[in-house]
């Protein structure tokens, strides 16, 4: 039998190393705190072997001068060295081949050694593609939502040599195709293959190319598979081509692009062009590839021509942020408007004229940004033809004293996040990190978060890090559609990071799935209200809470529950009048949680009259039904205690039972009932009163 | 600061093992969650209190460790120094390491430590509702990694 006792009884035989002890307090004594820690373990050698890099038309290919013997006594040359240095060393965590080969690339790019673990970013692949003269083989594949690096070994079958590779197949590149049908139209364009020196590797080259998304839809966008085709195609007539098509799921994609948004603001969106740009244009993407930025299609109405934008970026080891920046505009359906690339200048222009476009921009590092080390600023200017600018500095005094780093929310396996999988959850928690060390005067932090015109509940904690609790704030219970719940809190400057903790309650929404926005700005709150620090996440949600199935309830009015035939008419006599209410629920499914509580209102000529369900209990215009059996044919009978008004002409009395769903959180269900909202399920029945003789 | 190490680093330890599934990171943390201790001068109204600053100040360290890159995907568990008396206990306690690290420490504190739900949400900063949420779906992984005959 497996218990979890037996893991707490291994756990129990883990030893605490007992010369730890007098060397803390030892260090404690000297005052000594260490902040780092001796951390050990994964060694990664940082000597790896030049290599040649050619970048063409965003599709760059790398050649390895290392055999793989050479790799392999590197990678043991790094442990032994590792080893020397550290007494305890653990077991070396290999890496995958992806992993390997984009540190080389990155390293060869920037011809500083890359340390990066890519680790988890990518996939390994085995598909083969070739022909009687030449085997190519995908690998593997790493990347995040935008930008994709495929790796791929050429094999000449006949002893060919790589220029004879390159007449045959001049271009190369890949196509990503979702099962769908969608084609990520960035993807489909091939680039020269490079006229570079190559090395071989027991005859076989390794290469690398890169895959761009243009389209503005992310790649993992509801974890479809993929379909890449490493395309290559010769000059002769007709084209030749290596067939073949890698299906893989895009599961190994990392949602951190989507979780990483941050608001900077658009180089559209300066004062000039405000009325011309009717949308915000605020999507940027921010993973250790690169930085991307998509805009909600807008009518540029812009008339002066060019525009330039110039984006800079402050992060250490990342030299040449944009060497291969790229901006797409497409018109709303994808299809390109035009392309522009910049070089290591870091500008790019866009003509915008007239036209309904989204803007695509790739700026992709020479270095992986590693948010552990460090903070990522852009900014960017635009100016028009004649020269006028509209500088848009993300950064500014309250940026430079306040960061933030957002950590990643619960999710579940396929990466969506649920706000309500079990009876007693119905909430996400989201928590940012925030470094106030350099902050000098108060700090305001305001909040707001909406789920698409169906407001959110939250409160928002901030915490010091022994938990102390510095400030709080509650969004409260009343909810109302179409309202943005907007929240501040005020803070003193802080010696350490403190964590802001924002609990999301979504209000009840019967929709399949909704986009979940929370945002946050710190600012210090001066007259000059210094510039605004922002976060803002946007994560789509699953609602598995909405209800499904089909419902059948059944009800009557009876005045005596020995005799259940439905009450038509009836007489007021003194005191309460009693009617008995017998409801029934069928037809669903109490598996899937689908229970309901069921409210009760008296309505006398539809003025709502107080009642009880007991002679005694307290009367009021709305009463809860409770122990109500579930999905079960029998009915329940409820005697109702109502103080009927008696009248001089008959009238009409009516029970109305609201069903309203479990999965309402349960201080919202009255007021949900009261509402009447449209998921509530609603039944009446009605008898006359009699008029008084 | 003996009394105070002798009392609790067997479970600051083992709570730092659980999450960072090696020896030699577990007693980094140790080490610093000590020094920690040892620094802030802080005096406590209670026990329990005590124990849920050490127990929430190790959940940070091993946090902030494993939000590094090198941790933020799957990293074996190293089994030099443990000891398995059966094949179902180690595979009970491969099963429970293999969660993922949120899940298999609201585990370690629930089961092992014994702390009631309330005290685990203060020690790793989350709701009451998201750590019972969280244990409900360690037990669900549990039950898919070790079959319905798992024991809860």
């Known amino acids: ?693 | 600061m003996e009394r105070i190490y002798d009392k609790y680093h067997e479970s600051v330890y083992r709570l730092a093992f659980a999450y960072c599934k090696n020896r030699a990171d577990a007693e980094d943390i140790t080490s610093d969650v000590f020094l920690k201790r040892f620094a802030s001068n802080k005096t406590f109204d209670s026990d329990s209190y005590e124990t849920a600053w050490m127990m929430r100040v190790t959940v940070n360290l091993a946090k902030d460790l494993l939000r590094s890159f090198r941790y933020r995907f799957s990293v074996p568990l190293e089994t030099a120094n443990l000891i398995f008396e059966s094949p179902e206990e180690s595979e009970v306690y491969r099963a429970v390491m293999d969660l993922p690290a949120k899940y298999r420490s609201v585990i370690h504190l629930y089961y092992y430590e014994g702390y009631p739900v309330a005290e685990i949400a203060q020690i790793v900063g989350r709701s009451e509702t998201a750590v019972q949420t969280q244990l409900y779906r360690a037990r669900k992984l549990l039950k898919k990694a070790l079959g319905e005959e798992m024991e809860l």
């Open chain 1, 1 to 693: 039998m497996k218990k979890i006792q037996q893991y707490c009884k291994v756990t129990d035989r883990i030893e605490h190393d007992p010369a730890c002890k007098e060397e803390v307090i030892a260090m404690a004594k000297r005052n000594e705190i260490r902040t780092g820690g001796k951390r050990r373990g994964f060694a990664v050698g940082t000597a790896v072997a030049a290599a040649l890099l050619a970048v063409n038309g965003g599709v760059g290919y790398l050649l390895y001068t290392g055999s793989r013997a050479q790799e392999n006594s590197m990678v043991a040359t790094g442990e032994i060295s590792e080893m020397s240095n550290l007494a305890e060393q653990q077991p070396c965590v290999a890496q995958p081949g992806y992993a390997a080969m984009m540190q080389r690339y990155y390293t060869a790019k920037s011809g500083t050694p890359c340390d990066f673990d890519f680790t988890g970013w990518g996939t390994e692949c085995n598909y083969v593609y070739a022909d009687e003269d030449w085997r190519v083989t995908l690998t593997g594949i790493t990347g995040c939502d935008w930008i994709l690096y495929y790796f791929y070994d050429v094999e000449p079958l006949s002893g060919q040599t790589w220029e004879e590779f390159q007449q045959v197949f001049p271009t190369v590149g890949m196509r990503v195709v979702r099962v769908d049908g969608f084609h990520y139209e960035g993807t489909n364009e091939t680039s020269t293959m490079p006229d570079q020196a190559h090395e071989t590797d027991h005859g076989v080259w390794h290469c690398c190319g890169k895959a761009g998304n243009t389209t503005g839809r992310p790649f993992s966008e509801d974890g479809v598979t993929l379909e890449f085709t490493v395309h290559m195609s010769g000059s002769a007539d007709p084209a030749q081509e290596l067939g073949g098509m890698a299906s893989i799921k895009t599961d190994f994609l990392r949602p951190f692009g989507q979780l990483a948004h941050t608001d900077i603001p658009c180089p559209y969106g300066g004062d000039e062009y405000a009325s011309a740009v009717p949308q915000a244009l605020d999507l940027w993407s921010i993973t250790p590839f690169g930085v991307f930025y998509t805009c909600e299609p807008f009518a540029s109405g812009l008339t002066q021509g060019s525009h330039v934008t110039h984006f800079g970026l402050d992060q250490p080891g990342i030299s040449h942020a944009f060497e291969e920046a790229q901006v797409a505009l497409e018109d709303k359906n994808g299809k390109t408007l035009d392309t522009y690339a910049i070089s290591e200048d870091s500008y790019y222009g866009v003509l915008a004229e007239g036209d309904t476009a989204v803007a695509v921009t790739f700026l992709m590092f020479d270095h992986p940004w590693d948010p552990e080390k460090g903070e990522l600023a852009i900014y960017s200017e635009a100016f028009d033809s004649d020269g006028t600018v509209s500088r848009e500095d993300s950064r500014g005094d309250a940026e430079e004293k306040v960061q933030i780093r957002m950590d990643e929310p619960e999710k579940d396996d396929d990466g969506e996040i649920y706000w309500t999988e079990t009876e007693d959850s119905s909430e996400m928690t989201f928590s940012y990190e925030i470094d106030m060390s350099k902050a000098d005067r108060k700090q305001i932090i305001d909040i707001t978060a909406d789920e698409g015109g169906v407001p959110i509940r939250f409160t928002a904690e901030v915490k010091n890090f022994s938990a102390e609790i510095l400030g709080t704030v509650e969004s409260g219970q009343e909810v109302k559609t179409e309202q943005v719940n907007s929240y501040s809190i005020g803070l003193e400057p802080q010696d350490t990071p403190v964590k802001l903790v924002l609990h999301l309650q979504p209000y009840w929404s019967n929709a399949e799935s909704f986009t979940l926005n929370t945002n946050f700005t710190v600012h210090d709150g001066s007259e000059a209200d210094a510039p605004a620090q922002k976060m803002r996440s946007s994560v789509r949600v699953h609602n598995k809470a909405r209800l499904s199935g089909t419902y059948t309830f059944g009800l009557g009015l009876y005045d005596d529950p020995e005799c259940k035939e439905t009450l038509e008419q009836f007489t007021c006599g003194e005191g309460d009048t009693v009617l008995y209410l017998s409801t029934q629920t069928t037809g669903h499914d109490t598996a899937k949680g689908e229970t309901y509580s069921i409210y009760v209102k008296v309505k006398q000529d539809d003025e709502e009259i107080p009642f009880s369900l007991t002679p005694d209990g307290e009367k009021k215009t709305m009463q809860l039904i409770e122990d109500l059996p579930q999905g079960d044919l029998s009915a329940t009978v409820t005697p109702v205690y109502a103080a009927l008004n008696a009248k001089d002409s008959d009238s009409k009395v009516r029970v109305e039972v609201y069903y309203v769903p479990d999965v309402i959180p349960a201080d919202h269900k009255r007021e949900t009932a009261e509402e009447g909202f449209e998921y509530v399920h609603f039944q009446k029945a009605e008898a006359t009163l009699l008029k008084e003789n």
